[in-house]
């Protein structure tokens, strides 16, 4: 049987993305890397939901050992325009390396779901990732099932967030300004 390591952003992507890499036959195990989301209590907040929601899923929760804010930083910094890039990047890059690592025989992302998510972009970021991790990536496009993503966290009473994750998108829903 195949086994993947899913980088999860959320417990709310993660609903659809489970049943759908349930039903290919593909063995998964969660992975939690999102140095990106801010702030703090953010971050907190989504890990415990999707650790709940993993629990009741009965789907392995793998959580890297710290926030590294700091690498999230330093890749975006003066790049805030082009930040998703070097963002999926870094998350990326860190699904790929544990994946190979703990012989997984691919990696994909919960990203893949949302709407609000550059896709394209997600997809040139993984596969140039997989090609220089000697790792496949696997990048179905499930936007078709967000609608039932939404549906079932919410069946569920899942935190949803409002933003993204990072300080620049909080900034942009909330501050109402475009960058």
């Known amino acids: ?20 890499w349930n039903h290919e036959g593909m063995a998964i195990t969660s992975f939690w890397y999102n140095p990106n989301i801010h702030p703090f209590s953010e971050h907190k907040q989504r890990m415990e939901a999707l650790e709940s929601f993993c629990a009741t899923s009965e789907v392995l929760l793998m959580v890297a050992d710290d926030y590294d804010i700091v690498s999230y930083f330093r890749q975006v910094s003066g790049h805030e325009r082009d930040r998703c890039r070097y963002c999926f990047l870094l ?3 860190m699904t790929a390396r544990v994946a190979r690592l703990r012989g997984h025989t691919a990696f994909s992302t919960t990203l893949l779901i949302s709407p609000y998510q550059n896709q394209a972009l997600i997809r040139e970021v993984g596969r140039d990732i997989a ?9 179905p496009d499930l936007i ?3 609608g039932k993503s939404v549906q079932m966290s919410k069946e569920l009473g899942l935190y949803r967030q409002k933003y993204c994750g990072c300080l620049y998108s909080e900034w942009e829903r909330f501050g109402k300004v475009k960058l």
Do not use: N
């Not at 049987?1 to 759908?20: E, G, N, Q």
């Not at 090609?131 to 990536?137: C, S, T, V, Y």
């Open 1 to 20: 049987m195949k086994s993947m390591l899913l980088h999860t952003c959320c417990a709310p992507c993660a609903t659809y993305c489970f049943d759908y």
């Open 131 to 139: 090609a220089r991790e000697g790792i496949e990536f696997l990048d």
């Open 144 to 146: 078709s099932g967000y």
């Open 91 to 93: 998350r990326l890059t």
